[in-house]
């Protein structure tokens, strides 16, 4: 087995960098340097973390242009994208940075007046986190600045295909003055590595972004020594337009949760289903808009979708067209790819495909490609019998501008992200997360702090 991973530039195919593989033995030892850095970290009194935070997205963000020049080259996003992404990261560290002296407990009035009741708050362990690669940064900074923020130490194993990023900012936590027994990261295979996380006695908790049948191997795995789990998993998110859209709003947030970082996200639209009366209309507004994205390295100027991260990807969503068009699907702009299997490189242009029906692939799983099926339906309890009809619950869109549409359908969608005339709803500040088989816990806001605290209960006697 080779001891190095190699980091292409999925544009080009050129190597970009090779990171060496952790032996076991060095992944024993982190996991033990971080147990070891946990208990300094958790009794470091919480206004210095806080400060720590604050200066660990301060380097960062003085590096910002050369790290998002390192993003765009191991991910292929388009460089503007990458820059969003550095300052979308950072802005988790300084919520939670915020949050660190906000970690409250409480007391609850006792049974007995010779007795006194306290609750408080204790950071979990260390957490470790297993992260992809289309989000190299903020996947790794809403997992590790609530893990920090609550007195955690953390360790992480980005994607083999994105390690670059995530070193960078676990090396600038350092610079920042974070000790380096409180972040660490490790390189190797997700299922060398995932092993010895999960039967690890040092690691109380495990968190996750990826696809949904590893993070069923990681909850099961975790069973063994009873670890906490958080898990982000797949995604098959419906996008309605209701009879009454503004189709304006409606084409340009679908183009803004579709096409970012070429359909490769786990909350970007997967299916559009469009009223009967409008289906018309919104193909040709949306295939109007979408010649006008430019297809090409992320490195210049101007490009909007960008490559697609490797071959098992490109194979996946060329197979989910063709099934499609074999099984009757019309293609109202796409169907265009550009591969050169010899160099790695693989484009795809996007695509719209209309009279897509329930038996195709597309409509069953999750794409992640710049590819749009639209189906239609008739009444509002229909389209969410449509949208519901999938075991992912991760993120759902419509477009209404009736509030009882839109209440009804708030209140019927499965799904823990709803975006109501919003194709955009992550933020630092909210809680970011999936019902169903997309995943466990939230990550961001308030709730993302939870998973990474345990309550301890103190009853006092004799008072
Ligand atoms: P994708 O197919 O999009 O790469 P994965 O879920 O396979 O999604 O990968 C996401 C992350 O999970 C990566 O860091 C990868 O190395 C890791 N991974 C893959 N397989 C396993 C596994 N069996 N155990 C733990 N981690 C894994």
Redesign the pocket.
């Given at each position: 087995m080779s001891e190095k991973i190699q980091v292409w530039n999925p544009a080009t195919g050129e190597i970009v960098n090779e990171v060496k593989i952790n032996t076991k033995a060095e992944i024993d030892q982190a996991l033990e340097n971080g147990h070891r850095g946990f208990k300094a970290w958790a009794n470091l009194d919480a206004h210095k973390r806080s400060n720590l935070l604050k200066q660990w997205s301060h380097v960062i963000q003085q590096h910002k242009q050369d790290i998002a020049e390192v993003m765009t080259l191991e991910n292929g996003k388009p460089l503007k994208e990458s820059l969003g992404e550095v300052d979308y990261a950072t802005s988790y560290i300084d919520w939670y940075a915020e949050e660190t002296v906000r970690i409250y407990g409480r007391t609850i009035p006792a049974s007995s007046d010779s007795k006194r009741i306290v609750i408080s708050r204790q950071p979990v362990g260390l957490v470790a986190a297993?992260?992809?690669?289309?989000f190299p940064a903020a996947m790794m900074t809403r997992k590790a600045a609530p893990a920090l923020a609550a007195g955690c130490s953390f360790i992480i194993?980005?994607?083999?295909?994105t390690p670059l990023t995530t070193m960078r900012f676990v090396d600038l936590a350092h610079e920042a003055g974070i000790p380096a027994d409180v972040i660490q990261y490790v390189n190797g295979?997700?299922?060398d590595?995932?092993?010895l996380?999960t039967a690890s006695n040092y690691v109380r908790k495990i968190t996750?972004?990826?696809?949904t049948?590893?993070?069923k191997?990681?909850i099961r795995d975790s069973a063994d020594t009873v670890k906490h789990v958080t898990m982000e998993l797949g995604g098959h998110a419906p996008l309605i337009v209701a009879a009454d859209a503004d189709l304006d709003i409606a084409v340009k947030q679908t183009i803004l949760s579709k096409f970012r970082n070429a359909g490769q996200t786990c909350i970007c639209a997967n299916r559009v289903i469009v009223h009967e009366s409008m289906v018309e209309s919104y193909t040709a507004k949306l295939t109007e808009a979408i010649k006008h994205l430019k297809v090409g390295n992320g490195l210049e100027k101007d490009t909007d979708v960008g490559p697609i991260i490797n071959e098992?990807?490109y194979d996946k969503i060329v197979s989910q067209v063709e099934d499609a068009i074999q099984k009757g699907a019309e293609v109202s702009i796409g169907n265009k790819f550009d591969a050169n299997f010899e160099n790695g490189t693989f484009f795809v242009y996007p695509t719209v495909l209309t009279h897509v029906s329930e038996a195709m692939a597309i409509m069953q799983e999750e794409t992640?490609g710049p590819i749009l099926p639209i189906t239609s339906f008739s009444s509002i309890e229909e389209a969410v019998e449509i949208a519901n009809r999938t075991p992912y619950g991760l993120a759902a869109y419509f477009f209404t501008n009736d509030y009882r549409v839109g209440s009804y359908l708030h209140d019927h969608l499965d799904y823990g992200i709803i975006g109501w005339n919003d194709g955009a709803p992550s933020g630092a500040h909210v809680p970011f997360g999936g019902m169903k088989e997309s995943g466990i816990g939230r990550e961001g806001g308030l709730e993302g702090i939870e998973p990474y605290l345990e309550t301890k209960y103190l009853s006092i006697g004799n008072c």
């Open positions: 297993i992260t992809p690669w289309n194993k980005p994607a083999e295909e295979y997700g299922t590595v995932g092993p996380f996750f972004t990826g696809s049948p590893v993070g191997t990681l098992k990807g992640f």
